[in-house]
């Protein structure tokens, strides 16, 4: 299936409508699915991989950290990390390492305290970046995470779950009362009537593009080919007026949207079927009480990751290379764990 995903994006390519950067798309769609695939076949060691999720951590803290020295000194007007670029996409990113780190703070609880203030401080920082990123979508998401998470781990402790719930509702109180950067875009918006309004208006676009190109799509990175006038024939072939319903855009503001209009139904069902195997994968393979801290580890990191892409994806392009690469990497380390501790069907 990683194969077809991978190879998907040259079918899609030769049948698009247009010529622009379909095939760059196509090389592209490869990473994701190959790298995956290269993790999920490699025997890491139990080293490795906590060199790999550490590093990882320690690198994103590093660009949160020069992000806000440029935002504090007015060089950005919201966080970006160096390496990803804009703000949603790097909000995605932190997002995901959101993941990791309270999968390091469960399992480190009890185990080396001095690492647990390590990873705490990794958590509280990437929370307080993340709000900077002015992210809605990756702010509810980073929630789920924090709460989902620690009610998994109620097979091993209550308390951290009482924890986060409490997190939640006083770190929502005080960033309303603080009036947050994130909090006032809300505010504004929802004042004005737009809290959803243009991504509506994109999301309409999307169903549009994919309703004359059903199959194929348009072609992975072509998104922003189909517009107003385009979109303006394609509404005269409905018998239909171009209106304010409609907002040509770059990309579809959605996982869904984008990759039904990009790729329509052939990679909806490519990418959907591989995320799907991942969740039952989870399901399966849910640790036991009586695993080691290591597996539930992973086990909480990649379903950590798997929530932004499936939750953040609503309103956000997930699966893009940067954060998508990061879900590939850490969703392969723990498939590649699981082969050796339990066989895989």
Not at 29 to 42: C, E, G, K, Q, S
Not at 59 to 66: C, D, K, N, Q
Not at 148 to 175: E, Y
Request: positive net charge; proline residues 3%; hydrophobic residues 50%.
């Amino acid at each position: 299936m990683l194969l077809i995903w991978g190879l998907s994006g040259f079918i899609i390519a030769y049948f698009s409508p247009f010529e622009h950067k379909e095939w760059n798309g196509a090389i592209s769609n490869l990473f994701i699915p190959l790298i995956l695939l290269f993790t999920r076949h490699t025997d890491f060691s139990q080293k490795s991989i906590l060199l790999i999720l550490i590093s990882t951590l320690v690198g994103t803290v590093i660009a949160a950290t020069e992000g806000i020295w440029q935002l504090t000194n007015h060089q950005e007007m919201t966080l970006m990390l160096h390496s990803v670029g804009h703000s949603n996409h790097s909000a995605i990113f932190l997002c995901i390492n959101f993941a990791i780190a309270s999968a390091f703070c469960l399992t480190l609880a009890r185990k080396s305290p001095f690492k647990f203030y390590l990873a705490l401080f990794s958590l509280l920082f990437i929370i307080f970046s993340m709000l900077y990123t002015e992210s809605r979508g990756s702010a509810i998401t980073m929630f789920f995470i924090g709460l989902s998470s620690s009610f998994f781990w109620l097979k091993k402790s209550k308390k951290p779950f009482l924890i986060a719930a409490i997190t939640v509702l006083l770190l929502t109180g005080s960033l309303f009362y603080g009036k947050a950067p994130i909090i006032e875009k809300t505010l504004h918006q929802t004042s004005n009537g737009q809290l959803i309004l243009e991504r509506q208006r994109i999301w309409n676009s999307s169903l549009l593009i994919w309703r004359h190109n059903p199959v194929f799509g348009i072609g992975i990175k072509n998104y922003g080919e189909a517009d107003e006038n385009i979109q303006r024939h394609w509404l005269a072939e409905e018998n239909r007026q171009f209106s304010d319903d409609f907002l040509p855009y770059i990309h579809g503001h959605s996982l869904y949207f984008n990759t039904l209009a990009e790729q329509a139904i052939l990679g909806v069902i490519i990418i959907f079927s591989v995320l799907l195997k991942i969740a039952l994968s989870l399901k399966t393979y849910y640790p036991r009480l009586e695993s080691s801290d290591f597996s539930w580890l992973l086990w909480l990191s990649t379903f950590g990751s798997l929530q932004v892409v499936i939750i953040n994806g609503l309103v956000n392009t997930t699966l893009r290379v940067e954060h998508g690469l990061l879900f590939a990497i850490i969703t392969g380390l723990w498939l590649s764990f699981t082969k050796y501790s339990r066989p895989l069907l």
